[in-house]
């Protein structure tokens, strides 16, 4: 169950950012998180995160048991352009796109091994010794 955004119009490293944020949550967390957050990739990142919900609704999947298993981000196209300098020269800008892979994975409740409590300790009761009191040493007096 997965998504793909192809050539989103921004950076790779920014929406990087975004994307290792979500990776490995619920997917109603990673729902919450996104629509807080305040970054512009936030935005069809939860399209994309709802978009792979979708297809994994289509699939008969549990929408309770999925988490973000994977989020990869690739580097897209490149815009090449030209600012114009002193002297008639010419600057190069980049303007950079991305890929991103959004995969869902189901978590099983019955995988999970229920964790044994341990059993109470019974703490053995020890007799104490009366404690008596010891004699202090007498001072000697010095002349």
Same mark, same amino acid.
């Given at each position: 169950?997965?998504?793909i955004l192809s050539n989103y119009k921004q950076a790779p490293r920014k929406v990087r950012l975004v994307a290792d944020l979500i990776k490995g949550k619920s997917v109603q967390m990673a729902e919450l998180e996104l629509k807080?957050?305040?970054?512009r990739a936030a935005l069809p990142?939860?399209?994309?995160?709802?978009?792979?919900v979708a297809n994994a609704k289509n699939?008969? #999947?549990?929408v309770a048991t999925l988490k973000v298993a994977n989020v990869r981000v690739d580097k897209g196209l490149t815009m090449k352009r030209m600012m114009p300098r002193a002297f008639g020269r010419g600057a190069p800008i980049h303007k950079h796109m991305s890929h991103v892979i959004?995969?869902?994975a189901e978590t099983s409740v019955k995988g999970r091994k229920a964790v044994a409590k341990p059993a109470p300790v019974?703490? #053995?009761?020890v007799a104490k010794k009366p404690v008596t009191k010891k004699a202090a040493p007498k001072a000697k007096a010095t002349k």
């Open positions: 169950m997965k998504a807080h957050l305040a970054k990142m939860e399209k994309l995160l709802a978009s792979a699939a008969g #999947a549990d959004l995969t869902l019974k703490k #053995a009761v």
